[in-house]
């Protein structure tokens, strides 16, 4: 008796999901959709450098991201 296949990459990429089939395309696109519909803002860091941040986050968690951006920046920042 053989065993059942279980995982998506040895169902050749489907996923089950309830009594759908999906396609692992189909699933990429899902998740492509699902994070081009959150909000974003765009934090100037330096005269040429603007990162992209969730417009959901405090600032405070915004100061730390920024924060940690010009510290692990491999170029050099020009000020403000």
Request: hydrophobic share 30%; net charge positive.
């Amino acid at each position: 008796m053989e065993s059942m296949k279980t995982t998506p990459a040895e169902r050749g990429g489907v996923t089950m999901q309830g009594r759908k089939v999906i396609t692992e395309a189909d699933r990429l696109k899902q998740l492509f959709e699902k994070q081009n519909n959150k909000e974003v803002i765009w934090v100037k860091v330096d005269d040429r450098t603007y990162i992209e941040l969730p417009a959901n986050l405090s600032k405070e968690d915004q100061a730390v991201r920024i924060e940690n951006y010009i510290k692990n920046a491999k170029h050099k920042l020009k000020k403000n």
